[in-house]
């Protein structure tokens, strides 16, 4: 079972900075992809970007050359730093384990808000 504690969401004004973090507590396999999701109501969730443990990282396109993940091996964290933030970035921001033959671990979600 792994469990994952999301942190770093708020309220930005268009062009700021926000830095999230998900730590995850239980065993993470080598195999396992970590990543970030977002949901607006209504809205499926869509994937944002996710990295292997071996650092290959995947972006959406609409956050390329704004938003890095990052993952710490050692401390079992995902971090997503977000640059250049715009009001359609505005969505409940999701972590997860994706993990080979059982599917996805999320996170509870955190709020990230973009408005002046």
């Known amino acids: 079972q792994v469990q994952l504690v999301e942190s770093g969401g708020g309220l930005v004004q268009p062009g700021g900075s926000l830095r999230l973090s998900c730590a995850a507590s239980g065993r993470i396999f080598g195999s396992d992809v970590m990543g970030w999701s977002r949901q607006a109501p209504g809205k499926q969730r869509e994937l944002v970007a996710d990295i292997t443990s071996g650092g290959s990282t995947n972006y959406a396109d609409s956050v390329k050359g704004r938003f890095t993940i990052s993952r710490d091996n050692a401390k079992n964290t995902v971090y997503l730093q977000m640059n250049s933030l715009k009001a359609e970035d505005t969505d409940v921001y999701y972590c997860?384990?994706?993990?080979?033959?059982?599917?996805?671990?999320w996170g509870q979600g955190t709020q990230v808000t973009v408005s002046s």
């Open positions: 997860n384990v994706r993990r080979r033959g059982f599917g996805n671990y």
